[in-house]
């Protein structure tokens, strides 16, 4: 018991719903942190995670109860301890570092103060001392100069810094156990990278606990000992990180791992089917019962309890987890991509295309024109064939969004000009743009929730584009729904839905179809999987391709996360500060990033092995605008030559592989000194 | 930021200039005029003829108007046309007592409305709060000249502990004034407090749902620590927008309620000067309530961009 930190017994947290009924969002917990172990907690969105960490810091959310159960720290329970019992233990004895940093930290107070503020409750230092060590902390979490970072404004620092200052104030009161709630969830890949080794270096310097909460099974795998992997509230599968990730023997683990699209593997990963049960809606028997593939007749009727093993010192809830074991590790995803030749048939050409923020002059605005000598998108030139799905990629801040928007005609492009069908230019305002030409360019947006009206059921919304475009009326319009719900996987029984009935998946499937409704030549995909947990990524995907496949449509897909772009498409254009750095056929790109940049990205992508280290090449600066002159990495770059790079824009080179580059060093040089 | 203010004066004043010519052509092309409704029934011929003439209504309407408005930025209103004095004379009073009406309604109201509201949301759904939340919908949907006759019935004609009307000349001092608006300012601050006071439970409410509340509670701050130094300054932010607006409709003076209790303010000329046609009063009735208006709209934005650290830097990048 001694070497416990936190024991969490028979918990069970829920709310009552409307008709008094009970309802449980976490179900019979038990586990235990030991002193120093990090822990991480991986499960779907609605899977409890988050709750159970927060429990751990006897906090529960309005509209929450406890319904039995406790959370033991020190062996007394923080779950009916008094406000002021709890204020002398969260952030001295345990802290919790947020999700997202910038809505964590208080608007109207500066960075210094909401650190200092923690080292007044906790610690006993004065006032010289708490100024030294708000610098020490800064320094710890490595944010430059932090004598002046400690007097900004939260929204004066960017995202992987302000996840820093939350680690900082963390870290503040030296707690015995650090909870985090999805830590790296929304940060760029380079800076994930990062902050994930700074947590592990605290962990190994202070020898803090941690509790690592998350659904990315990549992170998890970097700085975790442990994993318990939850399911529908309850704990499914638990045991040492190494023994979960590799042979997972619980059959969800094993879908959830099969459906990360990887960097190692080429092809779509395997989707789950079905979704998890809501709150209060799980059966009598294992929870999991719906959409497992090895499950028995007992699986349906009464659940299974966790079982511990204890030649692998693990926890499994399932009856019949020996039937798992057989599976051998996989070298390529079954589903693997059909990609064909592509015929060289143009279908949208951008050349030259810049695109700008800057607010026009008075005098611009007169004229009707734009000036900036130094647009936030600058001399785009990429061709696009039919039926090929091109993706571009980049950290935030690096235009693949602008470009998309500009394509959609949402955004005035300043300079350049965009070719639909090799002749037709199309017009930069929406507004000049005919119907047709409106109709072939479709956009499906990240946030089904944000994208999909509440007021309007599926049926409006499918029918809206049918009416515009076709002018389908009563039996056909209704046909052609139906049609159209078929072909996205759904029932005809979801036309009388709405948006706030459906699952996240559901609701994704529903806006593919909106586009697919329009009959387009172009589908534009911005971040459309990103709002989604992995399995029913994998089953978005898998449902695009297969679209594609059918219909022959072109996809022009942003995306943030490079295992996804290279599990789903053909050419690849990396991008960086609104410039393209490389493009080129998706498998060559990976295979052999030349340019400098693509390494950067390529190195901090995590695997979901623990013994997959991710290769930090650069730094993760956030660079607020292009440079003006020379090489737009130039800031970022291992391999900068020095003046060449700073005055003078790289050419482009092509590979033999078909890859174009823009660098000043040699394709030749850049591969042998690949890190 | 001076700039931005700079430009925002000068939005103001083309406003001013807008809302001068409306009124003018407004109060222009409705039937009769100032001499028609002092002369009644003897309106027509010479006797007409000579009242324009000595009102000056002779001459073309847009002469009329230029002639005004140079007047006008020089600080002169000109000639109230039924009270045969300067307007400024008239105004002057008036402006006085609507502003210690304002004044007591704003110093009673506003510190309410924020404690109620505070208290409200801190409480949120308990006791304290359904008591004050059904209250104040009652004070917001009973209508003031309801509200202030039910007070009047009950406070000056049973209790008789109050003067009912406001029975005094138009130039009393402050003191001699004082007792008379205490019902006036209660029916006000009413409404008024209802408002605010859902305003601002409804913004502390949101920030007491935020990341960042959630952060500090879980950072181990103090409980009033934490509603004093993260959810107060980032909840009542929003609320200096609404409480200008008041404070403009306050002081652009409070018809109905002026005209229940025969207060001698600016809300109670604006309905004498428009039934006696008194086209100078009203267009400077007019440009005063709109620069109140302008006025203080602009000092909420300046406030609300100084305060907020996040507007300020954008301004500053700008």
């Not at chain 1, 810094?161 to 503040?172: S, T």
């Not at chain 2, 309410?112 to 059904?134: C, E, H, N, V, Y």
């Not at chain 2, 960042?212 to 300054?233: D, E, S």
Request: glycine share 6%; aromatic share 6%.
């Amino acid at each position: 018991m001694a070497n416990y930190i936190q024991t969490v017994k028979n918990l069970s947290i829920g709310f009552k719903s409307q008709k008094g009924k009970e309802i449980s969002i976490l179900r019979n917990i038990t586990t235990n942190i030991k002193k120093g172990e990090t822990v991480g907690i991986v499960g779907e969105s609605g899977s409890g995670k988050s709750t159970l960490a927060l429990a751990m810091m006897g906090y529960v959310k309005h509209g929450l109860y406890t319904m039995s159960g406790e959370c033991l720290f020190n062996s007394s329970n923080l779950l009916n301890m008094t406000n002021r019992d709890l204020e002398k233990i969260r952030g001295r004895k345990i802290a919790m570092i947020p999700q997202n940093a910038g809505q964590s930290l208080t608007p109207n107070l500066k960075i210094g103060y909401q650190i200092e503020e923690a080292l007044k409750l906790h610690t006993n230092l004065n006032k010289e001392e708490r100024e030294s060590k708000i610098s020490d902390l800064l320094n710890k979490v490595r944010l430059p100069s932090p004598d002046i970072m400690a007097l900004r404004y939260p929204h004066e620092l960017s995202g992987g810094q302000q996840q820093r200052v939350a680690v900082a104030m963390a870290l503040a009161g030296n707690p015995e156990l650090l909870l985090l709630d999805e830590p790296t969830t929304g940060l760029d890949v380079t800076t994930q990278a990062h902050v994930l080794e700074l947590l592990k270096d605290i962990a190994k310097d202070t020898g803090t606990s941690m509790v690592y909460v998350s659904h990315d099974l990549g992170a998890i795998a970097q700085v975790c000992d442990r994993v318990i992997v939850m399911y529908a509230g309850e704990i499914v599968l638990e045991g040492p990180v190494r023994k979960i990730l590799k042979e997972p023997i619980h059959p969800y683990t094993h879908g959830l791992l099969n459906s990360i699209p990887k960097l190692s593997l080429s092809g779509l990963p395997d989707s789950m089917p079905g979704s998890q049960p809501q709150p209060g809606h799980a059966g009598e028997g294992c929870s999991f019962y719906d959409r497992c593939n090895i499950s028995v007749e007992k699986c349906k009727d009464s659940a299974p309890k966790l079982e511990y093993i204890s030649e692998i010192d693990t926890s499994v809830r399932c009856f019949n987890h020996q039937e798992l074991k057989i599976n051998k590790k996989k070298n390529s995803f079954s589903n693997n991509i059909n990609k064909k030749n592509i015929k060289i048939n143009e279908i949208l050409n951008l050349n030259d295309v810049s695109i700008t923020y800057a607010k026009q002059s008075f005098l611009d605005q007169i004229f009707n024109k734009i000036t900036d000598s130094n647009p936030t998108v600058k001399d785009i030139n990429i061709n696009i064939n039919k039926g090929e799905t091109i993706a571009l990629v980049g950290e935030s801040g690096s235009g693949k969004s602008t470009i998309l928007k500009s394509i959609a005609g949402l955004l005035k492009n300043k300079d350049g000009s965009i070719k639909f069908n090799q002749d037709k230019v199309l017009s930069s305002d929406l507004r000049n743009r005919s119907s047709d030409d409106l109709r072939s360019i479709q956009l499906i947006f990240q946030n089904p929730d944000e994208s999909l009206n509440p007021n309007h059921t599926v049926e409006q919304i499918l029918s809206q584009p049918l009416k515009l475009y076709f002018d389908f009326k009563g039996e056909e319009l209704k046909k052609n729904i139906i049609q159209l719900l078929k072909k996205v996987r759904l029932g005809e029984f979801y036309m009388g839905r709405y948006p706030r009935q459906l699952s996240g998946g559901e609701k994704q499937r529903v806006a593919v179809a909106r586009a697919f409704a329009a009959k387009p030549d172009i589908i534009l995909c911005d971040e459309v999987t990103s709002a989604l947990d992995v399995s029913v990524q994998a089953a978005v995907l898998d449902l695009l391709n297969n679209l594609k496949e059918d219909l022959g449509t072109t996809y022009i897909f942003v995306s943030h996360d490079l295992a996804v772009v290279k599990a789903i498409s053909d050419r690849v254009a990396v991008l960086y500060q609104g410039r393209l750095c490389e493009i080129g056929p998706s498998k060559n790109v990976y295979q052999f990033p030349s340019h400098p940049y693509t390494e950067v990205l390529l190195g901090a992508v995590l695997d979901p092995d623990p013994d997959i280290k991710p290769k930090l090449i650069a730094e993760d600066i956030v660079e607020e605008k292009p440079p003006e002159n020379g090489c737009c990495f130039q800031g970022r770059c291992p391999r900068i030559l020095g003046d060449k790079c700073r005055n003078e824009v790289p050419p482009w080179q092509i590979g033999e592989n078909g890859n174009s580059i823009r660098c000043h060093i040699s394709i030749k040089d850049l591969k042998s000194q690949q890190f | 930021m001076f700039f931005l203010i700079f430009k925002r004066i000068l939005l103001g004043l083309i406003t001013l200039f807008i809302v001068s010519l409306i009124t003018f052509v407004g109060t222009e092309i409705l039937p009769g005029d100032a001499c028609t409704t002092y002369l009644e029934r003897e309106a027509y011929g010479a006797a007409l003829e000579a009242c324009y003439k000595r009102l000056g209504l002779d001459i073309p309407a847009y002469e009329r108007y230029l002639s005004w408005a140079y007047n006008v930025i020089q600080g002169d209103f000109g000639y109230s046309l039924s009270g045969q004095m300067p307007i400024n004379e008239v105004l002057g009073p008036r402006i006085k007592n609507s502003m210690v009406l304002a004044s007591a309604a704003i110093i009673i109201g506003i510190p309410m409305a924020l404690i109620l509201g505070i208290i409200t949301a801190l409480w949120r759904d308990k006791l304290p709060d359904i008591i004050i939340s059904t209250l104040a919908i009652f004070s917001m949907t009973i209508p003031e000249f309801i509200s202030a006759t039910l007070l009047i019935l009950i406070v000056a004609i049973w209790l008789e502990w109050l003067p009912g009307i406001v029975i005094v000349p138009t130039d009393v001092t402050f003191f001699e004034l004082l007792p008379n608006i205490i019902l006036p300012v209660i029916a006000i601050a009413m409404i008024m407090t209802a408002h605010m006071a859902r305003m601002v439970r409804s913004s502390v409410i949101q920030v007491m749902a935020s990341d960042y509340v959630q952060m500090a509670i879980l950072k181990g701050v103090p409980y009033w620590k934490m509603v004093f130094k993260h959810v107060l300054p980032n909840a009542l932010l929003p609320a200096i927008n609404v409480v200008a607006l008041t404070i403009a409709w306050l002081l652009g003076g409070v018809v109905v309620t002026e005209v229940v209790f025969n207060y001698p303010g600016l809300g109670r000329l604006v309905i004498e000067s428009i039934s006696n046609r008194d086209l100078p009063v009203v267009q400077a009735l007019a440009i005063i309530l709109a620069s109140i208006y302008v006025s203080i709209n602009l000092i909420a934005d300046v406030m609300t961009l100084m305060l907020n650290p996040r507007l300020k830097t954008l301004q500053i990048r700008k």
